[in-house]
Nanobody
Framework: QVQLVESGGGLVQAGGSLRLSCAAS????????MAWFRQAPGKEREFVAA????????VYTNSVKGRFTVSRDNAKNTVYLQMNSLKPEDTAVYYC???????????????WGQGTQVTVSS
């Protein structure tokens, strides 16, 4: 089992920044791909970004390209999502997920955190 705990959410004005963290514990973190998803009220869960174990490969949904950066520190078993130039439409609960083979598809991920709320005011 892998346990994931997100932190760093909050309320920010449009144009501001937040950095989300996702700390993993339990079985070895080694080899796991990590991803961020989000879900806004009344909407389906949406893929945001993913990163491979090495950190060499990343992928983003188009709406966050150039504004969000996913990174990881394997020594700390932690993945990050740096969010800049935030917009009101980024408001959602953000979840991190872990899996050894998944990439952009949420249903492929075995492990999920509890989520952290991000609210961007206009």
């Amino acid at each position: 089992q892998v346990q994931l705990v997100e932190s760093g959410g909050g309320l920010v004005q449009a144009g501001g920044s937040l950095r989300l963290s996702c700390a993993a514990s339990g079985r070895s973190f080694s080899g796991y791909r990590m991803a961020w998803f989000r879900q806004a009220p009344g909407k389906e869960r949406e893929f945001v970004a993913a990163i491979t174990w090495s950190g060499f490969n990343t992928v983003y949904t188009n709406s966050v390209k150039g504004r969000f950066t996913v990174s990881r520190d394997n020594a700390k078993n932690t993945v990050y999502l740096q969010m800049n130039s935030l917009k009101p439409e980024d408001t959602a609960v953000y979840y991190c997920a872990a899996d050894q083979t998944a990439w952009r598809i949420g249903e492929d991920y075995d492990y999920w955190g509890q989520g952290t709320q991000v609210t961007v005011s206009s």
